[in-house]
């Protein structure tokens, strides 16, 4: 079971937003910034969010990242049918004392 | 470019070891913390270990301090990870990546297998 907690699946329609969330608590999203990755079928996971909300040189504006307490959110505007992969969030957890990853969302573009 | 290249992976029987390497290219390796994540078939990432840039500082996940080593060469560019008394659970894909603005460049991944 993942410290960090994601639904494991979303969907939508072509052109709609969604958004993924993802829950922790005190000692790891309260008080660090959380990282979103999106890993396309059989390859490797690239970051798509980093510090809550900035988006590294190349990732579409269309995605888009917040924070609010103990809990991260990812939103996609526009959905595409590339868009379709699994999408982690990661953080820093300071009781572990190593990066925990949410267990993951499959996107399902409909 | 940033390019980070994994090997060593490969078919291993319960309780054998392996040293995995990651080539680290385009970018000045020695200023970067450097991490294994690894991924199972079928399931979510799962970070392993980091290390910082002169190799002074290591974090390991709980389950697998004792049996996984992480070190780097700076003067070779690269990382590696010495996984020994392997089991079936650590049948995964292992990837190296780059912590600069949290994991912002990974590799394609190893495959190691545990079976006998």
């Known amino acids: 079971q993942s410290v960090l907690t994601q639904s494991p699946s979303a969907s939508g329609t072509p052109g709609q937003r969604v958004t993924i969330s993802c829950s922790g608590s005190?000692?790891?999203?309260?008080?660090?910034?959380v990282n979103w990755y999106q890993q396309l079928p059989g390859t490797a996971p690239k970051l798509l969010i980093y510090?809550?909300?900035q988006r590294p040189s190349g990732v579409p504006d269309r995605f888009s990242g917040s924070k609010s307490g103990t809990s991260g959110s990812l939103a996609i505007s526009g959905l595409q049918s590339e868009d379709e992969a699994d999408y982690y969030c990661?953080?820093?957890?300071?009781?572990?004392?190593?990066?925990?990853f949410g267990g993951g969302t499959k996107l399902t573009v409909l | 470019e940033v390019q980070l290249v994994e090997s060593g992976g490969g078919l291993v029987q319960p309780g054998g070891s392996l040293r995995l390497s990651c080539a680290a290219s385009?970018?000045?390796?020695?200023?970067?913390?450097m991490d294994w994540v690894r991924q199972a078939p079928g399931k979510g990432l799962e970070w392993v270990a980091n290390?910082?840039?002169?190799?002074?500082?290591?974090n390991y996940v709980d389950s697998m301090k004792g049996r996984f080593t992480i070190s780097r060469d700076n003067t070779k560019n690269s990382l590696y990870l010495q996984v020994n008394s392997l089991r079936d659970d650590d049948t995964a894909i292992y990837y190296c990546?780059?912590?600069?603005?949290?994991?912002?460049?990974w590799g394609q991944g190893t495959l190691v297998t545990v079976s006998s």
């Open positions: 990546a780059r912590e600069g603005h949290a994991f912002d460049n």
């Open positions: 385009g970018f000045t390796f020695s200023k970067y913390w």
């Open positions: 290390i910082n840039q002169d190799g002074s500082q290591k």
């Open positions: 005190n000692s790891n999203i309260g008080r660090h910034t």
């Open positions: 510090s809550n909300n």
């Open positions: 990661a953080v820093w957890d300071d009781h572990l004392e190593n990066w925990v």
